[in-house]
């Protein structure tokens, strides 16, 4: 996965002589786009969305620039607070510069042209350019996209989830060698820890340099915000890190990880030495399910997708809004459908459970997350389930010998096979509306 990949480059000039030769496409595309946005503005008058994630971040802004206690405040009607690193606070400061309904609007737009973003960097890193450059597939994919469950969350709380993954994708997905590949995802784990472990992943996988240009970006981070907020840094890294409770109830729906799973299973709010055992276990199998399927296969987006899952999953606490790498997960589905059948009703199931939000529809008032019967269990924990599924098939996936020459010695990704025109598709979510999350129970992490 590079931008390199492709046996046939596709370019802008020749998207928009497509997009002139075939205007209608590019017409319906857009009035898709227009609908949903219109839905979502609907959906505002009759449930206004309060965005409390993005008033936590101009919180923060504030205390980086006014010098105040970084983690000593609470804001918004669910008393939020801080939870990120000081060199998201100082990130965070511009977000002051504007009216918090500005700000709102802004965040709303911006979100939007990053999951047009990331559905493109998805299709040119499973190696479907064409769709990449092509203003229908870009337009209508995101009209679509909007209404996966972990993305709308994402676009109702002003989260940077999207930012995140894009930093993320792009960076890998440039050419090895090619310079400063690493800094992105060093900067990503500056702003929210868990992206350090896709330089985990470089490293397994033989890209040294990268590795430690990522180790080198996050040093950077955390040294930066030393020097700038340094009473608040002490205070993060020694203490703040660690209060897994400051971020929110790990027991709660919300948090679909392996620990909210096992918590809601086992009907106890702190599982403890068990969790502990089944997320060393996960990292080490997801890392290794990476690593494989990389040196086997030559695959490196289906390495990077385990890595991502691998990250959600044995995190403490990994919220819905946090699967917005079901759209690369997606598209790379999409990508090998190949008119078989079978993956066609993949494709179609794994879009179903990032759109049906069963994790809400099953009642969840107070504590009755710790009292689920065994039929309401997967309901309520489907992404942390679809994400141990997706490990397991990969490792099977993975057992057989190399279909793709040269994969197997490991040293260099191959290009993907040419895609035929139209071979892939960008799956088409179905339109739903989520209850949302209990803010009051978690923290705009």
Request: hydrophobic share 50%; proline share 6%.
């Amino acid at each position: 996965m590079s931008a390199a990949d492709g046996t046939r480059t596709w370019t802008w000039r020749r998207t928009w002589a497509q997009s002139v030769a075939h205007p209608h496409r590019t017409v319906i595309a857009g009035a898709l786009l227009a609908a949903s946005l219109i839905g979502l503005g609907v959906l505002y008058t009759v449930h206004p969305l309060a965005m409390p994630d993005i008033e936590v971040y101009r919180a923060e802004g504030q205390a980086a620039a006014s010098g105040s206690d970084l983690y000593g405040f609470t804001t918004t009607k669910w008393n939020l607070p801080a939870t990120y690193p000081p060199f998201a606070a100082l990130l965070f400061i511009p977000t002051t510069w504007v009216s918090l309904a500005t700000l709102k609007i802004v965040c709303f737009v911006a979100n939007a042209g990053l999951l047009a973003a990331l559905i493109q960097l998805s299709c040119k890193a499973a190696g479907v350019r064409r769709s990449a450059y092509t203003a229908p597939t870009v337009l209508g994919a995101t009209a679509l996209g909007i209404w996966l469950e972990p993305v709308f969350q994402t676009l109702i709380f002003g989260q940077v989830n999207l930012a995140l993954t894009c930093l993320v994708l792009w960076d890998l997905a440039r050419p090895d060698g090619a310079r400063f590949k690493g800094l992105g995802v060093g900067i990503a784990a500056g702003v929210k820890l868990t992206p350090a472990i896709f330089a985990v992943y470089l490293l397994l996988t033989g890209r040294g340099k990268a590795a430690c240009t990522a180790l080198a970006g996050f040093a950077g981070s955390v040294l930066l915000g030393l020097l700038v907020l340094p009473d608040a840094s002490i205070d993060f890294w020694t203490r703040r890190m660690f209060e897994t409770d400051r971020v929110g109830k790990v027991w709660i729906v919300d948090n679909q990880a392996l620990q909210g799973l096992l918590a809601r299973v086992l009907h106890t709010p702190e599982p403890g030495a068990v969790w502990a055992g089944a997320a060393l276990l996960t990292a080490i199998g997801g890392l290794w399910a990476a690593h494989r399927v990389h040196r086997r296969r030559g695959s490196d987006l289906w390495g990077v997708l385990c890595t991502a899952v691998t990250a959600l999953l044995v995190s403490p606490i990994s919220w819905s809004h946090h699967w917005v790498w079901c759209v690369p997960l997606l598209i790379a589905l999409a990508a090998h459908t190949h008119r078989v059948p079978w993956r066609r009703a993949l494709l179609a199931a794994v879009t179903v459970a990032f759109t049906a939000r069963t994790l809400w529809i099953v009642p969840h008032a107070g504590d009755r997350d710790l009292h689920f019967t065994w039929w309401e269990q997967p309901l309520t924990s489907p992404y942390p389930l679809l994400g141990l599924a997706l490990l397991a098939a990969v490792v099977r996936y993975t057992r057989t010998a190399p279909e793709v020459p040269g994969a197997a010695s490991g040293s260099a990704v191959p290009r993907p096979r040419t895609v035929a025109a139209g071979a892939a598709r960008i799956p088409a979510p179905a339109a739903a509306v989520p209850d949302g999350g209990r803010e009051a129970a978690k923290g705009a992490s």
